[in-house]
């Protein structure tokens, strides 16, 4: 083989892998990087989208949602739905999986139970949503009921009160979101050797002690991977809180995804949405990051 | 068999094809963005479109339909990139930031030059002395009673004024029943709450929310509304969940039932019968403040229609527009949409043959449609804002006049 058919040989070699790549390098560039980059752009301009000509802004529009006291708030509301979210998403996850692994309920009632418990991840946000508000409003089944069993006294007005709106609307996600967590770690509790349970007996260990010194410890990657990617998740939820609460009332459930849409589509101030936008996706990127870490970690 | 081709025939394709291109090269082609055909019975709009063709030889029209949320959306960005449609319809809300984008087209020139009567429409929308925007079909908000409700409450007067309104939502409110005498919607979703359910009062009055072009939400007309509604809430005469509950849910607690009194747009007629046929209401001007004897503005949404500024077929889409504006054509469209008509000549024939509607043109012909948030910069940002003040006023957080000192503070900085 001559040298120069060698050079080419090589060279054939070293594009190949980005030549099966390209397909999907262009849709990813097209699809996600082009707007991205878009909105950065718009970040930094004055009437973006909405003049041909816009002039350059510089970073007027990040100085304006700072120095909004709204933009703080839906920042902490963010937090708060985000963290109370994934905190009993896992929760009620790990409880429901343990159930569903458990060998001393019936193998018929385990069935029944998982299908039951899957349910939630079958509704779209919207039709959550509509459930929720029907069964929260002041005349709905839940005061009603509530109200027969002594626990309050007069109709709670849950997406409606400034003091309950935030806790109905992180209540209405924390029951949307839990199959995520249960699916996953019942596949874990699947895959952890039954031998560890077996010694552990041996050794008189009790169930809580199994629990916190082989089956957490064994489940802890799927906890900590789900529990991240639920983080990221959660914190751009808009349609739950948009079609229960429209971030209301007076700002109470006004969080980073509904502030946004309403700088967008409310008040047509675009550079300032897509600053407000920019604010979540370096949010977003700081998790992704520490989420690709762990997991090259592993 | 064979088949030759003789020359004869070749000659008549020719021909045939030349004249066909020639007439399709000839034919102006308008492109009208409107969310009015998914809201119409399927087809009507295509068939006036067609009525128009047939009356314009060299004009086709093609119909850019949607949603009325994506129809938004779309003129916002044709507005921007300069690719609206030659005629457009619009709500008074959209205007002035079409306007501000040099996105519309000045109709006056246009109709001194057709020598069009301004006198047969009910109004023509100007921003900055540009005329902008005709409604072309009214959907107007009276006051909807279940006159049952008011019978078992012993209500046999129908309110005329705000005390008797209070009077009457009290004596309809039974709490322990889940009844009450009136529902109000501020939900922060869709803030039109703001526009139909509160400043309506203001409007029939004869009042204003505005002095000289102006924000004068601190004035005693705004006050004097909102110590009304707070009145009304202190009262436990309003239904329970007012921060949240958005139209829909106003008409579906209407129609089963569980509010005396709404104020609701006239297009949910038909819907409220078909929810519940044996429903048994009335409809009567939203009621003035004391001693109020002037006309009675009554508040409207409105299907608009514009020209774009951008567009090549300027007088093509003026005619389109002239021809949906006519006495006849209006009356057609507006009995298909359950409106009133923009022409102050047509007459729907709804309004004869429906008892409901019939009363309705009634109190449309008595007053005159007020909406001062039509062509105001911002429209549902500014319903944003108030809606969040009177949500704290109703929580108790602020008084009235707090309320409306804290709103006009935040629509000052959008003027």
Redesign the interface.
Known sequence: MTRQKRSHHRLKRAVAPYLYLSPSLLIIGLLMLLPMVTVIGYSFQNSA????DPSFAGLKHYQAIFADPVFWSSLWHTLYFTCMSVVFHMTIGMVFALMLNSDRINPTLRNILRVLYILPWLFTAVIIAVIW?LLL???GVVNSVLMQMGIIGS?V?W????ET?LHAVTFANIWAGYPLFMVSLLAGLQGIPKDFYEAADIDGAKAYQKLIFITIPQLMPIIISISLLDFIWTMQVFPLI??????????STEVLSTYTY?LA????NLSQASASAVVILLISLGLTLFYIRYQKAR | MTFRIQPAMLKIAAAAWLLGATSAMADTALEFTQWWEPELPAGSLRAIMNDFEAANPGIKVTLVSGPYATTR?QI??G????TLSDVVGLDGAWVN?LN??NALADMNPMMDASGFDKTQVADIIKVDGKAVMFPVASFVYPVFVNMDLAAQAGVTKLPSTRAEFLEAAKKMTHADK?QYGWVLPL?????SGVQNDLMSWVWASGQSMMADGKPALEGKPVVDMLTFVKSLNDAGVVS??????TEQEKVEEFVNN?VGMMIDSLAHVNLIRKRNPKLNFDLIPVPVVENYTGKRGLPYASWGIGISAASKHQEEAWKLIQYLMSEKVNAKLVSLANAFPGNVNAKPDFVTSDKAFGKAFEIFKSGYLANEFTGLP?A??LM?QF??EA??ML?G?QSPEQAAASAQKGWMAKF
Not at chain 1, 49 to 52: A, G, I, T
Not at chain 2, 79 to 82: L, R
């Open positions: 989208v909405l003049r041909r508000r409003e002041p005349n109709k007005e997406f409606s009160s400034p709106a948009w079609i229960t609460t429209g971030g209301g009332p007076i700002y309403k589509f409310s008040s047509y | 959306d916002s960005v507005a921007a990139t300069g930031n501000a984008q889940n939900s922060l979703q869709t803030p329970p969940g007012i921060a949240t509950k569980r911002v549902e940002d944003t809606d969040v949500q704290k929580a957080e």
